[in-house]
């Protein structure tokens, strides 16, 4: 069974400082990996993807991934309270359908 | 931006009854949607794919004749949760790829179901 595993937090971040999620995935043939913010009863929205072995960064974020460890990770530089949320890794293993984390809840701390 | 609007957000209703969930994309068309079911605390599970024009594609454990599809055009799918239980109590996502980009995933805005 593919899986897609994230510590559930809650991961508690001082406002300016840098805010570190991680997730492993089980299925090596999974090719494109994303991240996703959910705030509370609402749906998710997508922050970062990441396709190659490396970082990709956009404004504040940072993605990493590593695909012979299966791991990837998302960083967020100094991190505000609005960045506080429930963030979602997700894998794709080629056929669009996207298998889900369970989420890393993540405060900011003013 | 594409947009993916669904409805309604929230729904109320008595055990036994059927519920109606629509899932529209606003501003392009989309031959395929896919709708999620999420306990609270817990991960968005795939229930089905839904695509225009044909039968949808079930997940593994996930009833089809108590989770009906339809996606009879390209702006539309709807999912109707049939003879709703209390265990069936959760948020439901749809979900529509734009374009040939893995990364153009747009979700709709939820809905909340409690069944009584």
């Known amino acids: 069974q593919k899986e897609v595993e994230q510590n559930s937090g809650p991961l508690s971040v001082p406002e300016g400082a840098i805010a570190s999620l991680n997730c492993t995935y089980s299925d090596r043939g999974s090719q494109s990996f994303f991240w996703y913010r959910q705030y509370s009863g609402k749906s998710p929205e997508l922050i970062m993807f990441i396709y190659s072995n490396g970082d990709k960064e956009d404004g504040r974020f940072t993605a990493q991934l590593n695909k012979a460890s299966q791991y990837v990770s998302l960083l967020i530089r100094d991190s505000q309270p609005s960045d506080s949320a429930t963030y979602l890794c997700a894998v794709e293993a080629g056929n669009e359908k996207l298998t889900f984390g369970t989420g890393t809840r993540l405060t900011i701390i003013p | 931006g594409a947009v993916v609007s669904q409805h309604p957000s929230w729904v109320i209703c008595k055990s036994g009854t059927s519920v109606k969930i629509e899932c529209r994309s606003l501003?392009?068309?989309?031959?395929?949607m896919f709708w999620y079911r999420q306990f609270p605390k817990q991960s968005l599970m795939l229930m089905a794919t839904?695509?225009?024009?044909?039968?949808?594609?079930?997940e593994q454990g996930v009833e089809k004749d108590k989770f009906l599809i339809n996606h009879a055009s390209l702006t539309l799918s709807t999912l109707t949760v049939t003879s709703a239980h209390p265990e069936d109590s959760s948020f439901y996502i749809c979900s529509a790829p734009v374009g040939h980009g893995r990364e153009k995933l747009f979700f709709g805005s939820g809905t909340q179901l409690s069944v009584l």
């Open positions: 501003d392009f068309q989309a031959t395929t």
């Open positions: 839904s695509n225009e024009g044909s039968k949808a594609t079930y």
